[in-house]
């Protein structure tokens, strides 16, 4: 199944990339280079979720 998400700045995948595999980490999901098919809902979803707590916190910090 091909992902049908797409980085808006192209150089910025390999950024992406890290920032997913470090919010992964700090969330205690094994995340992989590649397919992770094999993560359930929840463990996906926390990936995520800390990814956007993470953007909201940066952006915040900037404002002041």
């Known amino acids: 199944m091909k992902s049908n998400n797409k980085i808006n700045v192209p150089e910025a ?3 992406m990339d890290k920032f997913k595999m470090q ?3 700090e ?3 094994n995340l992989t280079n590649g ?5 359930t809902s929840r ?4 990936v995520g979720g800390q990814m956007v707590k993470k953007m909201i916190e940066a ?3 900037s404002m002041q």
């Open 59 to 61: 952006y915040e910090n």
């Open 43 to 46: 463990e996906a979803g926390s």
């Open 23 to 25: 919010a992964a980490s």
């Open 27 to 29: 969330v205690g999901v």
């Open 35 to 39: 397919y992770n098919g094999h993560l």
């Open 13 to 15: 995948k390999e950024a």
